[in-house]
T-cell receptor
């Protein structure tokens, strides 16, 4: 079955860039997503990328997709303390009935 | 905005009790999902439903069942709660035919004692 893997923890200083990495195994993935979960809250969609794209930029967020290596990354520029959260990578096969498959989540800690 | 509401934020139940977790969405979405979230394991799919009275098992359905009698409501049932079902439960919904547009509820933290 599908598998999505992430490292569990990342610590950065405020103002630095954060890079959160994710690998996935399902080559038929159509959409790849990044979700953010703040303490005590549900999941918030940050951004997503179609599998036919290599890069997507949205303000401070940059998503890079390497389909050959099945590697996805999320870069957060000028990281702020408000970015401290758990970040989940997820994949799906798109418009069908398939559910999202999630990674384990990366806890980002931003130090002032 | 689509809203997905989970009826309880926190629940404490005893081992062996039958537990109902309720999820309601207000935007006529066909697809609804139940996940459980555990530290270091991410979100794992328990069951999903692609329409009223339709359901499919996810990756970890054992010990759970679901009910979808109305389009807006998707219930997760723990037939006989056990301590290993202590977890955060998240409900989500989306429209069929879109790759994005999943909306999540705030979660129900269930403790089984």
């Amino acid at each position: 079955g599908e598998d999505v893997e992430q490292s569990l923890f990342l610590s950065v200083r405020e103002g630095d860039s954060s890079v959160i990495n994710c690998t996935y195994t399902d080559s038929s993935s159509t959409y790849l997503y990044w979700y953010k979960q703040e303490p005590g809250a549900g999941l918030q969609l940050l951004t997503y990328i179609f599998s036919n794209m290599d890069m997507k930029q949205d303000q401070r967020l940059t998503v890079l997709l390497n389909k050959k290596d099945k590697h996805l990354s999320l870069r957060i520029a000028d990281t702020q303390t408000g970015d401290s959260a758990i970040y989940f990578c997820a994949e799906s096969m798109g418009t069908g009935r398939r559910a999202l498959t999630f990674g384990s989540g990366t806890r980002l800690q931003v130090q002032p | 905005d689509v809203k997905v509401t989970q009826s309880s934020r926190y629940l404490v139940k005893r081992t062996g009790e039958k537990v109902f977790l309720e999820c309601v969405q207000d935007m006529d979405h066909e697809n609804m999902f139940w996940y459980r979230q555990d530290p270091g394991l991410g979100l794992r799919l328990i069951y999903f439903s692609y329409d009223v009275k339709m359901k499919e098992k996810g990756d970890i359905p054992e010990g759970y069942s679901v009910s979808r009698e109305k389009k807006e409501r998707f219930s997760l049932i723990l037939e006989s709660a056990s301590t290993n079902q202590t977890s955060m439960y998240l409900c989500a919904s989306r429209i069929t035919g879109t790759g994005v547009g999943y909306t999540f509820g705030s979660g129900t933290r269930l403790t089984v004692v």
